[in-house]
């Protein structure tokens, strides 16, 4: 498997133990440790298996049968990805997030030019996830260990245990012009103030989110209210199907130096907040805005005569709102 070049829609032959099987290639982990395959076909009893992962010590060997096209759609529109987003997260953001764990940076010192281009990039954010480790005991740790930020484009993490949190980096966590994706933001907060002498900004937390969307689609007075800290493991199995033992709860984030499967632990505990937190807000729990909002952008655009269009500006404005529901 190490000598294959592996391409995302490469349609491979896999031999796995004692059978063999074809499909679509969707994922390769940074480190080689699995692929993620969709359509696949028991290549013996022609059963469609769907998508199944497969780790790199369960292959016995690969075979590319077709490479994809070089071509790729041009209308950037992607029906197993559409479908997808409307009841969890897609693949797309499997791979991106992916990408962004695999390339990650790390900063350990305060004098490096690494560490003067992330606070130069950071500042020129609007939005970013943020997760803290070694924080489970809130103001009785001893020490947290490394501060990661998520953007659309990359994973930065800080070694806080090392160099702490600089005046650069604690802007970032207090100024409110930053929109701050959380999970759990409430050990955060408390650390921050106890450890460091100053507050959290304004945040978004994602297991709120998570929890206030179960609620609403339960709704049923027999279901008790969610009560329950929610891991951002569990969160996000909750709506991507994830290979099994993705993250590695075992992982210790105080040892020095620090490993690259370490590094890589830290940047998949925040590489899903952004995604996350945009499918259950604007996915999910805005969906009913959302429809309402496209209804009405069509109000006019739906007339097939612009003399009915020029009618309804005239004599009949308010009448696309009168149509919007009003929300329960």
């Not at 930065?156 to 409110?176: C, H, K, P, R, S």
């Not at 891991?231 to 105080?254: G, Q, R, T």
Request: charged residues 30%; aromatic residues 8%.
């Amino acid at each position: 498997m190490d000598r294959v070049e592996l391409k995302v829609g490469q349609k491979l032959l896999l031999h796995v133990q004692n059978a063999s099987y074809e499909g679509i290639l969707r994922n390769v982990a940074p480190d080689r440790t699995f692929i993620r395959v969709a359509e696949v076909r028991d290549v013996e009893t022609n059963y469609q298996l769907g998508k199944q992962d497969y780790y790199y010590n369960e292959i016995n060997k690969v075979e590319v049968l077709e490479n994809p096209p070089e071509v790729a759609n041009p209308s950037g529109d992607d029906p197993e990805i559409a479908a997808a987003s409307k009841t969890g997260l897609s693949d797309h953001c499997f791979d991106d997030a992916l990408k962004k764990i695999e390339q990650c940076i790390i900063i350990q010192q305060t004098d490096t030019d690494q560490y003067r281009n992330s606070i130069r990039y950071l500042r020129n954010q609007v939005e970013f996830g943020v997760s803290l480790e070694c924080i489970e005991d809130g103001q009785a740790i001893r020490n947290p260990s490394l501060l990661s930020f998520v953007t659309l484009r990359c994973i930065m993490i800080y070694d806080v245990q090392t160099m702490g949190v600089t005046e650069e980096v604690a802007e970032f966590l207090t100024n409110d012009c930053y929109r701050r994706v959380f999970h759990n933001g409430r050990w955060m907060r408390d650390v921050l103030l106890e450890r460091y002498g100053f507050t959290l900004g304004k945040c978004l937390d994602t297991m709120l989110a998570h929890n206030m969307l179960t609620e609403e689609e339960t709704n049923s007075i027999e279901e008790p209210p969610v009560t329950e800290e929610v891991s951002i493991e569990s969160c996000v199995a909750k709506y991507l199907k994830l290979p099994e033992k993705f993250f590695d709860m075992d992982v210790n984030f105080s040892e020095r130096p620090l490993t690259d499967a370490c590094k890589q632990e830290a940047a998949k505990r925040v590489a899903f907040l952004l995604d996350l937190w945009n499918h259950i807000v604007h996915d999910r729990m805005l969906e009913k805005l959302n429809g309402s909002c496209a209804v009405y952008a069509d109000s006019l655009a739906k007339h097939t005569d612009f003399i009915d269009s020029v009618v309804v500006m005239r004599d009949r404005r308010g009448e696309a709102l009168a149509e919007i529901k009003p929300f329960p």
